[in-house]
């Protein structure tokens, strides 16, 4: 069972291993409510995993760290297990997908651990440590559906309601579900009256499907770039716990996600990965009920694969309405786009990739396709300057 003195007991073990983390106002993230944020990307290791990880693994008796121990992951629950057993001198394998960030694989194999990579999603690693575990007897880690991971993870709760008595709302990312039913056993217990939200990419909603079908069960598929909550399948004791104490479970996209990334660096100074900025990504694009609350949204992580960071950037600009793609149909003649780039240029815009297309079937010989990527600052001037150029007679495609 998971209590709150399993919990207390998880903080006293973890007070010289994971940092108390700091929380941050930050009142540019939203107009409505007041938002905090937990900033367990800057926790060791940069994810809260560090805690379940330590704690399951410093309850272990001599016999089961004797055997090695093999843990499944997309990455950060690696690296905490991966730390655990560094300090404690066990041997360890992690299974991961084949598809992991660079950086998460590489920051595992500097602990110490061995790293498998396995073909497909988190999902098919699990199996593949499951195969290991009956195999040679390996004590296994679960990354989430496990008492003591969940206790761990649940002193976050803890360190939250210490600095922040009044709380109103907690937004937690949800993946198989061991962060926010740690954290919402110790809300709903010490703080009942505190909404606990937990939030989910739409393609990779499991947790979500299962509250609203009254059933877990596996999704066919898991799909966005938040490679920490991409879990075909919420835990069982996870499901158990969410039930009980969870408010609401809602879902973002993979762009609100982005622009919530962007947010996060321009606004805040924070590096937050996808699973890491979901949480913020709720609160900026109004899918909860907020308004005058004092809102914590945890940000779990900050192990980004800078390899795709630029192109998160550029989804977070365009869905933000900081960047734009104009497609104009002109009569193909001398001038034309001097005439564009000078109303888009008076118009506050800035020109930075063209376009010319005039191979279309379909189009007149003479006409032709321009398509211009510009950098604008918001929503409202991009309206702006889509009206400038159709007040000029150029229209958009």
Do not use: W
Not at 300 to 307: E, F, K
């Amino acid at each position: 069972m998971v209590t709150l003195d399993k919990i207390y007991h998880a903080a006293f073990a973890l007070k010289d291993v994971a940092r108390q983390t700091d929380l941050i106002f930050a009142p540019n993230l939203s107009n409505g409510s007041k938002i905090y944020l937990k900033t367990e990307n800057l926790q060791l290791t940069g994810s809260f995993k560090l805690r379940g990880a330590y704690y399951k693994i410093s309850k272990l008796s001599d016999e089961e760290k004797s055997k090695g121990i093999i843990a499944c992951s997309a990455g950060n629950h690696a690296q905490g297990v991966a730390l655990a057993c560094e300090k404690n001198n066990i041997p360890c394998i992690i299974c991961m997908p084949d598809g992991a960030p660079i950086s998460k694989v590489e920051a595992t194999k500097q602990y110490g651990a061995e790293v498998l990579l396995v073909k497909g999603t988190y999902d098919d690693a699990y199996d593949k440590a499951l195969e290991l575990q009956k195999e040679k007897g390996y004590t296994f880690i679960h990354p989430f559906d496990d008492e003591d991971v969940i206790a761990g993870q649940g002193t976050i709760g803890l360190e939250i309601l210490s600095q922040l008595s009044e709380v109103d709302a907690v937004i937690v990312p949800v993946g198989g579900g061991g962060l926010i039913s740690g954290v919402a056993h110790v809300i709903k217990n010490l703080k009942p009256d505190c909404k606990v939200y937990g939030v989910q990419a739409v393609g990779a909603a499991g947790m979500f499907e299962a509250v609203k079908n009254h059933e877990i069960r596996r999704l066919e598929s898991s799909d966005t770039f938040a490679d920490g909550i991409a879990v075909k399948r919420p835990g069982d004791l996870t499901y158990e716990l969410t039930c009980q104490s969870v408010d609401q479970i809602i879902t973002v996209t993979d762009d609100e996600i982005a622009a919530a990334i962007l947010t996060l660096m321009e606004k805040q100074k924070l590096v937050a990965e996808g699973a890491g900025a979901i949480s913020v990504a709720a609160a900026m694009f109004n899918k909860l009920p907020l308004d005058g609350k004092n809102t914590v949204c945890i940000v779990s992580g900050g192990n980004i694969d800078v390899n795709i960071l630029n192109r998160v950037i550029t989804r977070g600009l365009i869905m933000s309405g900081r960047k734009t793609t104009f497609t104009i149909a002109l009569v193909d003649k001398p001038g034309q786009l001097t005439s564009v780039s000078d109303i888009i240029s008076k118009s506050g815009g800035n020109v930075v990739a063209v376009d010319y297309d005039n191979s279309d079937p379909n189009m007149p010989v003479n006409s032709c396709f321009l398509r211009l990527m510009v950098e604008t600052k918001g929503k409202e001037h991009i309206e702006f300057i889509k009206t400038e150029l159709e007040r000029f007679g150029f229209g958009l495609a």
